[in-house]
């Protein structure tokens, strides 16, 4: 082997262990914050750390993975056998088509658009296929290159403030919708850039309802993209919040229900924080906001509606590491009523969580095969859920071990 080749951490420990240290110090967490969330005492992850214990087994390497946000298995391991995109999906055949038409700009006048109205229902059945289809990414990535350059086309032909407003709203939704496309695919820049554009397009429409969904994506960016970058969420939530809180009063619905949203989003960020009070104080405002709005109004764009507030506690729950209480929430929500495909399916992926903190994993697992029925393109995306089938596929119950493997195939994690 050439001296550069790349270095096995199980056979030297202390690489492994200086990988963990440098991914943690790069996330802005220290060695308590770390230990905390995989469950073990600061001294042992020193000893990890340090090279002064062996490396873990593959199920705690997959908690400091999840801890730590990171993309690919290998990045942690430096193992060239375990190149395992945790929370990236795979890149969907679509992606490229969406990214060109959101790169790609017009500067003259071009063709002429479609009518606004036309574009207005095709983007209410856009969210409508999103929330209905189990395929649900193939659905929207084939929809959204021609409504992303409609709603550039009609942006450039306005010919009035009020025309150019009431397009930027149109862009604007567009962007969002493309943002749960793109999400957990190899593109982070290009999630970043829709969800800037989005912003910018919201608040050049100046429409309330519009600017907070801008908001609530944008802080989710944020937020996903590691500790450091939780206040910087937790800012743009609480501008959103108050910008929309005079209009709270006669507030219709919609208006209701992306404030709601967005005060779940401050105690969801909360509960990553491990701060518990914090959580379900955001938890109980939006809660009540929820029962403000009609019982079976649901949200088009964020699924916020009072039927999802027994969802958001096993989330709550889940990030706090509470897997008691996350299973005691499960029980509670009633996940029939949620008629979102993918947010149904996020819901079971929650659940499983929870099941896992709880020391359950075959519930764990049967919980995510429910996932895999509701939207399997949710699953696939999502790196919870893949980090539980991974760690399960080692377990050392066969049957346990059978049924994760089956469903790690139908995630396409494993070869048939």
Do not use: C
């Amino acid at each position: 082997m050439s001296s550069d080749a790349t270095p096995d951490p199980y056979v030297d420990p202390l690489r492994f262990g200086q990988r963990t240290q440098i991914l943690r110090e790069r996330r802005g967490m220290t060695r308590i914050q770390l230990a905390d969330f995989i469950a073990i005492s600061p001294h042992t992850l020193r000893k990890i750390e340090n090279g002064q214990q062996q490396p873990p087994g593959l199920d705690m390497v997959l908690r400091i993975a999840e801890a730590l946000r990171v993309r690919d298995l290998s990045e942690l391991t430096g193992h060239p056998d375990m190149r395992v995109d945790l929370f990236i999906g795979p890149g969907h055949p679509r992606l490229g088509a969406v990214k060109a038409a959101v790169d790609s700009f017009s500067l003259g006048a071009g063709t002429e658009p479609p009518p606004v109205e036309h574009v207005e229902a095709r983007l209410h059945a856009a969210w409508k296929s999103r929330h209905s289809a189990k395929n649900h990414r193939e659905v929207i990535g084939m929809l959204l290159p021609d409504l992303i350059r409609d709603a550039q086309s009609l942006v450039r032909h306005a010919d009035t403030a009020a025309e150019r407003r009431a397009a930027q709203a149109l862009l604007a939704e567009a962007y969002s919708l493309s943002q749960f496309f793109i999400a957990y695919q190899p593109d982070s820049a290009l999630l970043w850039r829709v969800a800037e554009r989005g912003m910018v397009a919201a608040q050049d429409s100046g429409d309330p309802h519009t600017i907070g969904v801008a908001a609530w994506l944008l802080a989710q960016a944020h937020r996903d993209s590691g500790p450091r970058h939780f206040d910087a969420a937790d800012a743009i939530n609480l501008q959103a919040v108050h910008f929309l809180q005079p209009l709270l009063p006669d507030a219709d619905d919609e208006l209701l229900a992306i404030a709601g949203a967005l005060e779940f989003e401050l105690g969801y960020t909360a509960a990553r924080r491990r701060d518990t009070g914090t959580a379900w104080r955001h938890w109980d405002k939006a809660n009540s906001m929820a029962n403000r709005v009609a019982a079976d109004y649901y949200h088009p764009v964020t699924s916020f509606s009072r039927a999802i507030m027994g969802a958001h506690a096993v989330t709550v729950a889940v990030e706090l590491h509470q897997g008691g209480e996350s299973v005691r929430q499960a029980a509670k929500a009633d996940e029939s009523v949620i008629t979102s495909r993918p947010r149904r399916a996020r819901h079971r992926i929650e659940e499983a969580r929870g099941f896992q903190l709880d020391g359950q994993p075959d519930v764990a697992i049967a919980t995510l095969q429910k996932a895999f029925e509701a939207a399997p393109e949710t699953i696939r995306y999502n790196g919870y859920a893949r980090r539980i089938i991974l760690e399960e596929v080692e377990s050392k119950v066969a049957a346990r071990r059978h049924r994760a493997s089956e469903l790690a195939v139908d995630v396409g994690l494993l070869s048939a």
